[in-house]
């Protein structure tokens, strides 16, 4: 009995101290922050009818169902190694045929060349409103703009039309139809790449394979009434640049240092290929250089400045902004006008001046959002063709003109 009791005075301490720091711990969890509400009051917030109607899919919800943020310009490191693999073969291919002396049957279409059409898609990400805005009003009279939406989005038409017709006459914007539409939005990597026949002046569109995918090339083709010439390497237009004597120029980085000269001539008309070591960016010319006439370029990169004028070119040094995907060269020229990317940086006044003193009238649009989260800029997002006959877009490839 004596053991018993020693054993209780010794417990009922230890059950005393055990329930007094439970209710320290209740007393922290009720001395949460007097701003929240507590369980109770949390329990009249909730609804208790759990019937209610499903709301109707919004634009936000449609974006976020697709994954709509989810495409930026630069591949995967799953695609690149795909890409380095590919052309890799194809290259030991073309050396094992041996290279026959060819002659070029075509010449570049120049981004100063007189322009028909400016092709963009519908989805304004990456906050690029301004930019297509900007770039489908410097479009001159007889042009015209091609809009690609994705039917899936029932509300993209109707917001593009909004946008462009405040710049645009109504009668001047057709658009068109593909499910593919979000894998188009760096246009200009997406979209084959126009030349014209050296002999007959007939146009023609080159197409390359492509990391996103975008793989109705021969819907373009259909759309101008155009011949569609393919090679089987991943390129894209993004890294090339090229003035109408077929001077041309690409930065020789990863997947495209494989493809040879030869590829060039053959199908892009490329009588001179300037190729240019990597430097900074996403591995493509048009962030770091572009021509302005035919024997002027811009560039931001003081060592591919000397290599150009080498190669005889007049050069004119842009500034360079701070961003990892900032450029003022990835810019957008029709006919004598620019839209240039600006940052709302102090460099943006001197970026422009230099586009007049190349002999262009510049505008700036807003880029930050759509270089560093997007990394590309206005160049990236638009792709333009020379003025040749329209035919009907129902015909073409998995595309139809809706209006």
């Not at 894998?183 to 002999?199: E, Q, S, T």
């Not at 892009?268 to 048009?286: A, S």
């Not at 990394?375 to 792709?383: A, K, L, P, R």
């Amino acid at each position: 009995m004596k053991k018993i009791l020693l054993i209780l005075l010794a417990v009922i301490p230890l059950i005393f101290l055990y329930d007094s720091s439970l209710n320290r711990q209740k007393g922290n969890f009720r001395d949460a922050p007097s701003d929240l509400p507590n369980m109770e009051e949390l329990k009249k917030l909730i609804p208790q009818n759990q019937d209610l109607p499903e709301p109707s899919m919004t634009k936000a919800s449609e974006r976020e169902s697709m994954d709509y943020e989810n495409l930026t310009m630069a591949p995967t490191a799953q695609q690149k190694e795909k890409m380095l693999a590919h052309n890799s073969q194809r290259a030991k291919g073309l050396r094992l045929q041996g290279l026959e002396p060819m002659e070029a049957i075509y010449r570049p279409f120049a981004d100063y060349e007189k322009t028909g059409y400016l092709i963009v898609t519908g989805e304004f990400r990456f906050e690029s409103k301004q930019a297509k805005m900007s770039a489908a009003q410097i479009l001159p009279p007889d042009a015209k703009l091609i809009v690609i939406v994705n039917p899936s989005r029932t509300w993209e038409k109707d917001e593009a039309l909004a946008a462009f017709s405040q710049v645009l006459p109504k009668e001047r914007i057709k658009f068109a139809q593909s499910e593919q539409a979000p894998r188009a939005f760096w246009a200009r990597d997406a979209m084959p790449v126009p030349v014209i026949g050296k002999k007959d002046g007939a146009f023609t569109v080159i197409d390359a394979l492509y990391y996103h995918e975008f793989n109705q090339d021969k819907m373009i083709a259909d759309m101008f009434g155009a011949k569609i010439e393919k090679h089987d390497y991943y390129f894209e237009g993004g890294n090339f640049m090229a003035n109408d004597k077929g001077v041309c120029i690409m930065v020789n980085h990863g997947q495209h240092s494989l493809i040879s000269d030869s590829i060039f001539l053959r199908y892009y008309g490329c009588e001179k290929m300037i190729r240019l070591p990597f430097v900074d960016g996403i591995g493509h010319v048009d962030e770091h250089v572009r021509f302005v006439s035919q024997d002027t370029v811009l560039t931001d990169i003081e060592q591919y400045k000397q290599l150009l004028e080498k190669e005889g070119l007049k050069a004119k040094l842009l500034p360079k902004p701070s961003g990892p995907y900032e450029t003022y060269v990835n810019s957008l020229i029709i006919e004598g006008k620019a839209v240039v990317p600006v940052f709302n940086r102090a460099t943006d006044a001197q970026a422009l001046k230099v586009y007049e003193e190349a002999g262009l009238k510049p505008q700036g649009a807003p880029s930050s959002s759509l270089s560093n989260k997007g990394q590309g800029s206005v160049h990236c997002i638009t792709m333009t063709y020379p003025p040749v006959p329209l035919k009907e877009l129902s015909k073409a490839l998995n595309l139809r003109i809706i209006d």
